[in-house]
């Protein structure tokens, strides 16, 4: 994956740095360690950690040069490698941090919260403003009163479906995960 660049080895200083970037030539260069300073032919400019994992070569963008420095690529170049000496993936391990800290924030929504985020990701999919517009209406009518007016953290929403219906008929457990969840 060497995306037609030139691959120059060598360890970097920031006097080598600023002459790559003067003459604003394309292509990958590398500080040793995996660590690489790539310079795209639009001028972009930043950090990637290149390593194998298997057969396969992967490419881990570490941050722009602009942002991050060259003691600060470092460092994270050698904390990847570290990952990688555990056997992890980098970028799976990222993923999975970034997602752990999704649904930690997730949990800390209230049920009125959860209810909005799921309208506005599904509006783009109906037809009418008036479909998105049932929906919290639905919701105020039937929902939110079981739910402590929707203020209940949805992480703490563990209602029986009997004290759902005993509220109306209309509102079901299939109804609300299937609008909802």
């Not at 950090?47 to 470092?74: C, Q």
């Not at 929504?109 to 506005?120: G, I």
């Amino acid at each position: 994956m060497n995306y037609g660049y030139k691959i120059v080895d060598g360890k970097l200083t920031a006097l080598k740095i600023t002459a790559l970037l003067k003459a604003r030539k394309p292509g990958l260069f590398n500080d040793g360690g995996g660590l690489y300073l790539q310079i795209r032919r639009n001028g972009g400019r930043s950090w990637i950690f290149r390593y194998t994992n298997g057969s396969r070569t992967r490419d881990m963008g570490l941050g722009a040069l602009d942002t991050i420095s060259l003691a600060e690529a470092r460092d994270l170049a050698r904390k990847q490698r570290r990952l990688r000496y555990d056997g992890l993936d980098p970028i799976e391990h990222r993923k999975a941090s970034r997602v752990k800290t999704q649904t930690e924030a997730a949990k800390l929504m209230s049920f009125k919260e959860c209810a909005e985020a799921v309208r506005d990701l599904r509006k783009s999919g109906w037809r009418t403003e008036e479909t998105a517009v049932k929906f919290i209406t639905r919701l105020e009518t039937h929902a939110y009163p079981v739910f402590d007016r929707g203020n209940l953290p949805a992480r703490d929403i563990n209602t029986p479906p009997s004290r759902i219906r005993k509220k109306s008929a209309y509102w079901s457990r299939y109804w609300v995960i299937s609008h909802v969840a």
